[in-house]
């Protein structure tokens, strides 16, 4: 498979480049993004032929009709990660809640968030390929929460490979910053921000396209990538649970094949959303996709309207902070794979320059054909999580989002919809203790152990050992003194 740019080609770069370039440098031409020139077809026959295979066996079949340039070696080396999953036969549970409401986990990897789905994987195979060309990369990552655990998890101790993690200090939970600063691996440096996720960011972006920054670390002998989700090697492995949840509903006799169903997703930069769409796109029996947002509706606004506005905006803190994001890097994707190169290019640079863009009405009808979408507010989360824990299921904040989308965006309430969920209770406990049991502002600690006792669930071992642990990590600086700090890591 060969990767094509989202904007175009500015002349410089190659027309095409294959998937292990893509994910070693994931920005393209006018600062646009790799998107796949091509996807495979895995319409009925391909789901016929895997109704009875494991995870592993119908992730690896996919990823074949992806034709990516990865050794099979490597492949089957990164599918092994979904072994450390709680059940290796099982990793992503499917599970009824309501008649026609499923909920297919997928934060059951070593940090808790669905983020391992993707980055369990994709270190194994970035630390092969960084290996394989003899190159060292420095992968930065910033993260409100999620994402950073789960790149130190998947890269540490990795050969050709080092990281530097950037956090807002204060900005995350408890269990979310221990999870990142009682890493001790040589090759991981973790690194506390005063300010917020939006600092975070901006600094890695300023990194990222700095040309000096570059220099520099090239002197050392050092390339440079990122671990979001504009990297397509996170993409591709978001594609597979797609295809593997509809195929639960089918072993589980809720549907029979080929029956159409919704999707359900909580989004914040649209890469699992964009991997449902990549699997509707190769045949997949789906009707449509709800997005679910927080008071951060700017997709809300988009799907219902095709105006993409930034302008007087600033980030909502929420109780679902892996969602409170506003420039949702992956739409670019979808704009292109609808509307083409040049439009694409005329829209984000739109984006960019003037803050906001508008669809015209038949693109907006294109878009809606696929997509409808809602979002809640912190009470409306809270209410939901109370319903749903009722009726016997217990939920984080950002799966707890989809409920509105649920209730407003199904046109047909015959049709089953799969919800995404994308964190367990225990990374997000003191909001879920107070919408259980009204009491306001616990510690982490504490508010897991009152969750654990009230829904008679144990706390996961690996998340109560880590207010034992010592501290590893303990940079906090001012953004200013980012690159001196990542600098004096590498040294
Ligand atoms: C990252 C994350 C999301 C958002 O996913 P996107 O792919 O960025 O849309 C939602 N919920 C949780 C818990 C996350 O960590």
Redesign the pocket.
Known sequence: MNFIETRGNDGHRPKQITFSQAILSPMSSFGGLYSPEKLPDLGIPFLEKHIQSDYKTLATAILSEFDVDIDAAVIEEAMSLYDQFDDPKHPVPVVKVFDELYVSEL?HGPTR???DMALQPFGTVLSAVARKRNEKYLILAAT????GP?ALDTFRGRDNVMVACLYPEGGTSDVQRLQMVTEDAENLKVIGIKGDFDDAQSALKTLLTSDAFKATLLDSGISLSAAN?VNFGRIIF?TLYHVHSYLELVRQGAISMGEKIYLN???????????GYYALKMGLPVEQIHIASNNNNVLTKFIKTGVYDLRDLGVIPTT?P??D?LK???IERILFDLFGGERTKTLMLALDHEKHYELTEDELAQLQAIFAADFCTDEEVSRFIKRSFDAGYLM????ATCFKAYDTCRADKTIKTIF?S??EWT??SPMIAAALTGEEGLHDIEALKSIAEKAKVKIPAKIEKLFQQPIAQSTVIDKKDIEKSILSFLK
């Open positions: 934060y968030a669905f983020k409100s929460g999620d994402t789960a989700s978001q997703v909580p989004s914040g930069n649209f890469g699992n959303a964009l991997g679902s892996a969602m994001i949702s890097s992956n984080d904040p950002h799966t995404y994308t964190a990374k997000f």
